[in-house]
């Protein structure tokens, strides 16, 4: 079975606007919107040998028509189509796209489902507290358990203002023993 973001590049590819490809995959179409801007590439435009010069400021720049009004001039700002200003925000359902001049943005399912997975990755690893929340969870939580017996379990349904994350990660700190138990 195709995955969502696939399914989301072939459905730009012929022209589905959001709420068709929301209704497509059971989504809001502010979502789709979402997913292609934050996942969108940008492919430079090439312009070998052309005298294109694919700057807003061409009319008014001293440097206009010379090969230095490019990205080497000081004052180069990139002209963009008018088109990735509003839905779908890419390229990759426009009929005009191989002659184009502009630098083009495309939505790729492959990278997008690889971007996905790597935040998934990164949000999982590490600890995310500072030593100074550690000493403070240590300051109430050690003397219930070395002096009252009281179990992790029971300390952390009691404290959930100061153990504001999961059970299982405060189990994961008490035993990578960040706490002086």
């Known amino acids: ?33 979402k997913e292609i801007l934050n996942h969108r590439f940008k492919k430079e435009s090439v312009q070998y040998n052309s005298t294109f010069a694919n700057c807003i400021h061409v009319d008014t720049c001293e440097n206009a028509g010379l090969k230095s009004c490019k990205k080497s001039c000081i004052n180069f700002k990139e002209k963009t189509c008018i088109l990735l200003n509003s839905a779908p925000y890419v390229c990759n359902g426009c009929k005009k796209r191989s002659h184009c001049r502009y630098s083009k943005y495309y939505y790729r399912a492959k990278d997008a489902n690889k971007e ?32 009252q017996h009281q179990s992790i379990n029971h300390v952390f349904i009691n404290n959930p203002d100061l153990l504001y994350f999961s059970k299982p990660t405060f189990y994961s700190y008490v035993n990578l023993n960040f706490f002086f138990i």
């Open 1 to 33: 079975m195709k995955g969502v973001y696939y399914k989301i590049e072939d459905k730009l590819k012929d022209n589905w606007n959001f709420t068709e490809i929301g209704k497509e995959i059971n989504k809001h179409r502010t979502t789709i919107a």
């Open 116 to 147: 996905y997975n790597e935040f998934k990755s990164e949000s999982r690893i590490g600890i995310r507290l500072s030593q100074e929340e550690i000493y403070q969870i240590n300051n109430v939580i050690t003397p219930l358990i070395k002096d």
